[in-house]
């Protein structure tokens, strides 16, 4: 697992997209709440799935306004350079990437590559992954993960998959 100060890797799974901005909503209130930034590195649009859950769901306007103010479109990895200029502050920084393994591997390497050079930077990495890519490359997914996220918040990789740290160990 990669361990640095400033630098931590998440990892999320989900059924669905609405099942994904659903488990992601609690945790990004509470980064909202204080005052971190959220950046999205997306292969596919999110934006009609967060509007429409916005709208059915029963939540502060203010919390509303700023889940809406996130761009939720998807972005190509040349996209990434646009992100790489916003992210030259030293405020922390929660940066959602969603896609195939091979798309968020590869975001992945890029902000690991900025940050190293950005040491003054806190980064929270979300790597959210559908169900079925998950299934495909658990074992690399797990590997480069330093925390689970899931509906009920943080959890180290060994709570939620114990069996993993025995195969780890054998090893």
């Known amino acids: 697992m990669y361990y640095e100060k400033g630098f ?3 990892s999320s799974f989900y ?4 099942h994904l901005i659903t488990m992601l909503l609690p945790y990004m209130e509470r980064i909202i709440n204080e005052n971190s930034e959220i950046y999205t590195v997306l292969q596919n649009s999110l934006e009609k799935t967060v509007k429409l859950l916005l709208s059915k769901l029963n939540l502060k306007q203010n919390l509303k306004e700023k889940i809406n103010s996130i761009d939720w479109n998807l972005k190509t990895i040349n996209d990434y350079k646009k992100l790489e200029k916003q992210l030259n502050d030293h405020s922390k920084k929660y940066i ?3 896609g195939n393994e091979k798309y968020v591997r590869e975001i992945n390497k890029m902000l690991i590559k900025y940050q ?3 040491k003054e930077n806190d980064f929270i990495l979300i ?3 559908e169900i079925v890519e998950f299934n495909k490359n658990i074992v ?3 590997d480069n993960t330093d925390k689970i996220l899931n509906t009920s918040g943080e959890h180290e990789v060994e709570k939620i998959f114990p069996e993993y740290v025995k195969e780890k160990k054998k090893a």
Do not use: A, T
């Open 8 to 10: 931590k890797r998440m």
């Open 15 to 18: 059924v669905n997209e609405v």
């Open 96 to 98: 959602i990437i969603n």
């Open 116 to 118: 190293k050079n950005h």
């Open 127 to 129: 790597n959210c992954y």
């Open 140 to 142: 690399n997914i797990l």
